[in-house]
Every structure is written in structure tokens, then in C-alpha cells.
């Protein structure tokens, strides 16, 4: 969800030149995003369909500017395999305005309720926006 929220929202920003991708720990052999997430994003007006996953790999990191991430642990596991990456990754919602919680996970709602979709979508949504207007 947060590469096609991010993508738009630099595009109607006037910077459709910034390159966003999304990718995983996991190796999910070019599965297609999740169903629940495609319906939250294309009830937004997001594009959710033609998604496939695709596994983080060392180019990826090298080639990357800023690193974004959803929790902490991601964040860790990427600088345990990328030491030298540590000072391009950020947590989203750090992002998100809310100085009292900046270090805060946007959790994976992967195989819960449509509600936690729809509570993910509004988190990545508003650090997103905050991010677009710090950085655009």
C-alpha cells in the first residue's frame, strides 16, 4: 500500500521523477499484493492491481536514497544484512507528525480483519502525506 500511496502522491506533487518500489524479506516468487489491501486502495482511488513481490536484494539497497520501512524490525534486519545502509533508513511513521510516538511500527495487517487494512492504510496514508511535505 505505501508504494502506491507514496508513488501518487509525488506524482500529483509535481515530482513523478522520484522512483518508488516496494520489496520484501521474504522470498514470495512474484506473488500478487493481497487482496484486502487491493480493495482499501481502489475504494481510495489508489491503483492496487499488477502488484508482485519482489525480494530485497543488496543492488536494491546500494541504489536506494532513503529506506523505508514499516517497523523496527525491518529496519534491523536490513542493517544486520547492510551495515553500511544504516543512515538512509527511516521508519515511516517517523514520518507522521505525532512527536510522541515517531518510532512507532505500522504494523502488517497481513491475514487480519478488514478493519486493520483500513486502520494500515490511514497510518501509511498520513505519514506519507507529512513525508511529501517535508520532502517534496
Not at 508482485?52 to 529506506?67: F, P
Request: hydrophobic letters at 35%; one cysteine or more.
Amino acid at each position: 500500500m505505501a508504494e502506491r500511496i507514496f508513488r501518487k502522491k509525488s506524482e500529483e506533487n509535481g515530482r513523478g521523477d522520484i522512483e518508488v518500489s516496494s520489496a520484501s524479506f521474504i522470498n514470495m516468487e512474484g506473488a500478487p499484493a493481497d487482496s484486502k489491501a487491493v480493495d482499501i486502495l481502489e475504494g481510495k482511488g489508489f491503483d492496487g492491481y499488477g502488484h508482485r513481490s519482489r525480494l530485497l536484494t543488496e543492488d536494491m539497497v546500494a541504489g536506494a536514497d532513503k529506506i523505508i520501512v514499516m517497523e523496527s524490525i525491518q529496519k534491523e534486519m536490513i542493517i544486520d544484512k547492510y551495515p553500511d545502509a544504516e543512515d538512509k533508513i527511516y521508519l515511516l511513521k517517523s514520518f507522521s507528525g505525532d512527536v510522541d510516538r515517531p518510532n512507532d511500527n505500522i504494523k502488517d495487517p497481513y491475514g487480519l480483519s478488514s478493519y486493520h487494512y483500513r486502520l494500515c492504510f490511514a497510518e501509511i496514508y498520513m505519514a506519507i502525506e507529512r513525508l511529501c511535505k517535508k520532502c517534496i
